[in-house]
T-cell receptor, first 114, second 114 residues
Framework: AQSVTQLGSHVSVSEGALVLLRCNYS??????LFWYVQYPNQGLQLLLK??????LVKGINGFEAEFKKSETSFHLTKPSAHMSDAAEYFC????????????FGSGTRLQVQP | DGGITQSPKYLFRKEGQNVTLSCEQN?????MYWYRQDPGQGLRLIYY???????QKGDIAEGYSVSREKKESFPLTVTSAQKNPTAFYLC?????????????FGQGTRLTVV
């Protein structure tokens, strides 16, 4: 079975500060990893994904994530937070298990202080 | 514009009633999914379908039913057997033919039992 653990249900940063949202995965097969963002009462929007190849993945809105197999991690970062980044962020995993549905973490709510 | 449409946005149900949530996509995707979202628990998979006339139970299928008679449509029925149906329900779709493909989400339906 595959699973994702997001450390920290709430993260607060100041505007302009570094954003770091943590995600660790468990998978018996090479994983495919995703980060999604959700604004209140809306659906999820894909930020970025890792499938194969380059381990540093760049996404939309200045976010990026690095796949580290040795640490089973896929942390999301952004060098400088903006007020509009305040939202909930979900890490997800899928793999070659025959079940292509994504398995999600419990989410991290990001607050950005002025 | 292509996308996923969920309706209604808000739904109220009396205890003991069945209700059906609509999900339609015009992305020509083969795979469709239903997730349930509760605060602090992330998204949990209810049912998924990888092709028309076929679907599989996810992690929390008890008290729910689905059908997939058309490629574009994947309605979810919340039955009276679901003991705690109040939640935010998200429908998603993906190309489905390959592992590692991302899911696209609708805007969700918030169901409240009154």
């Amino acid at each position: 079975a595959q699973s994702v653990t997001q450390l920290g249900s709430h993260v607060s940063v100041s505007e302009g500060a570094l954003v770091l949202l943590r995600c660790n995965y468990s998978s018996s097969v090479p994983p495919y990893l995703f980060w999604y963002v959700q604004y209140p009462n809306q659906g999820l929007q894909l930020l970025l994904k890792y499938t194969t190849g380059a381990t540093l993945v760049k996404g939309i809105n200045g976010f990026e994530a690095e796949f580290k197999k040795s640490e089973t991690s896929f942390h999301l970062t952004k060098p400088s937070a903006h007020m509009s980044d305040a939202a909930e962020y979900f890490c997800a995993v899928s793999g070659n298990t025959g079940r292509r549905a994504l398995t999600f973490g419990s989410g991290t709510r990001l607050q950005v202080q002025p | 514009d292509g996308g996923i449409t969920q309706s209604p946005k808000y739904l109220f149900r009396k205890e003991g009633q069945n209700v059906t949530l609509s999900c339609e996509q015009n992305l020509n995707h083969d795979a469709m999914y239903w997730y349930r979202q509760d605060p602090g628990q992330g998204l949990r998979l209810i049912y998924y379908s990888q092709i028309v006339n076929d679907f599989q139970k996810g992690d929390i299928a008890e008290g729910y039913s689905v059908s997939r008679e058309k490629k574009e449509s994947f309605p979810l029925t919340v039955t009276s057997a679901q003991k705690n149906p109040t939640a935010f329900y998200l429908c998603a779709s993906s190309i489905g033919a390959r592992d590692g493909t991302e899911a696209f989400f609708g805007q969700g339906t918030r169901l409240t039992v009154v």
